[in-house]
């Protein structure tokens, strides 16, 4: 009896900058995790002016919910990784920021 070949599954992996984007589409073996999803799509490659260690380091969602832990969550058949980049500002600090130079503005 011949062994059975593991089961496969269709995932994509996306990144996007401000002026292009890439979605990857990728079959990979079922129990692979979004981390090794994005290290299978080779990015650096599509992106040359990113740095490498962003690919590795970044925050993971699927389908615009980040994931808690992309080096152990199984994906799914249909999954699209995202790979976010990171934040240039603090949100908070933006919004300080904002409020600070409207408020200067008014008086």
Not at 41 to 68: C, S, Y
């Amino acid at each position: 009896m011949a062994a059975e070949s593991p089961t496969h599954l269709r995932v994509e992996v996306a990144f996007a900058l401000p002026h292009r984007q890439r979605i990857v589409a990728l079959t990979v073996p079922e129990g692979t995790t979004p981390r090794q999803a994005v290290a299978l799509a080779r990015l650096d490659e599509h992106f040359p002016e990113v740095a490498p260690a962003t690919f590795r380091e970044a925050e993971l969602g699927i389908f615009g919910k980040a994931l808690r832990d992309p080096e152990r969550q199984p994906l799914r058949e249909g999954d699209r990784v995202e790979v976010y980049r990171p934040l240039k500002i603090d949100p908070k600090a933006a919004r300080a920021a904002r409020a600070a130079r409207d408020a200067g503005k008014g008086r």
